[in-house]
């Protein structure tokens, strides 16, 4: 059988005891013992040499290991990647990659009606999202068939409600969600003042996300991950929360600081410090994150991850920041 169950594991990192050669299969390594038992059909994928100290990384398939094994089989080549030596010593990393998020998603086709039973598909188990009118037969939905809440503005592809579609009195202040209804969805002269009830007009809301990989951290503060908000003109003041989460670790021997900080639209708010160790087994979890109140500046707004280590040969191998802004007047 191949591979095909990807197991997915946290904080896995270190360096290889013994060099890999370009045709070798086992893969040696104290912080190995850290991985499950991994059996077919199931796979771990590790990133060699991700900061390309001697050449491009390579991702392998860890596809054999036992339960506080410092050793694994693995499959070569994984991922776009291509095989070559790594000397002993090189750093591995079990990281999130494309491929892993690409395989996550479901191919057109796959799900089909007779493959869902009766009942498995509630309202509570549907992401926003997740239904698109593409995905609905002609004559498919009914009143019938929606519950209360059922429809939400993220469903509504624009230009598919009309006014011949909207039965007398069916739109009600309750039915609204909160930035359902945007300027490009009002007719001129739809509306007047007897159609807008108090409170009816709410906050609108962004968020972005980005993530990075094998992220070297300066001993200058410096930029780590970046994300940039488009906020409205007519957006009179708003506020913003963002969150990073990281996983760090030293090259080098010995322990250093880490220092990370959010700054929010050129404002930096608290520091966030930790004690790195070295090696795979210094590896660890650690985060940042920031609130600002009653920003007033629109446009493209950035917020950003910053830090700085005591000393070089600090790495993130992998960088996780969300931002989400929303309107306050």
Not at 47 to 67: C, N, R, Y
């Amino acid at each position: 059988m191949a591979a095909t169950e990807r197991v997915f594991v946290d904080f896995a990192a270190g360096v290889l005891s013994e060099t890999l050669t370009v045709a070798g299969t086992k893969l040696k390594g104290t912080f190995l013992a850290s991985l499950p038992k991994v059996a077919d059909p199931e796979f771990v994928a590790l990133t060699l040499d991700p900061q390309e100290v001697d050449g491009a990384p390579e991702v392998v398939w860890v596809t054999a290991h036992s339960s506080g094994s410092d050793e694994a089989t693995v499959v070569r080549a994984r991922e776009g990647t291509v095989a070559r030596e790594h000397v002993s010593g090189t750093v591995a990393v079990a990281a999130v990659t494309a491929t892993a998020l690409e395989d996550l998603k479901l191919a057109d086709g796959e799900v089909t009606a007779e493959k869902i039973a009766a009942g498995a598909v509630t309202t509570p188990k549907i992401a926003a999202g997740a239904v698109t009118s593409a995905q609905i037969g002609e004559g498919a939905v009914i009143r019938s068939r929606l519950a209360d809440g059922a429809v939400g503005a993220a469903q509504i592809g624009d230009g598919h409600v009309t006014t011949d579609k909207i039965a007398s009195n069916a739109v009600t202040g309750p039915k609204l969600a909160v930035g359902a209804v945007t300027f490009s969805r009002i007719a001129d002269g739809a509306v007047i003042a007897s159609k807008i009830a108090g409170n009816a007009i709410s906050a609108f809301e962004r968020s972005g996300a980005t993530v990075e990989a094998a992220v070297d951290v300066p001993t200058s503060a410096g930029n780590l991950a970046t994300v940039t908000l488009n906020i409205p003109s007519t957006w009179s003041s708003w506020n913003c929360v963002a969150f990073a989460q990281a996983t760090a670790m030293f090259l080098g021997a010995g322990t250093k600081i880490l220092t990370l900080r959010v700054r929010i639209d050129g404002t930096d708010d608290k520091t966030f410090d930790y004690e790195i160790g070295s090696g795979g087994d210094g590896a660890g979890a650690v985060a940042a994150a920031s609130f600002r109140s009653g920003i007033t500046t629109t446009g493209n707004r950035t917020i950003t991850l910053r830090g700085n280590a005591s000393a070089g040969g600090v790495v993130l191998p992998t960088v996780f920041l969300y931002v989400r802004a929303f309107r306050t007047s």
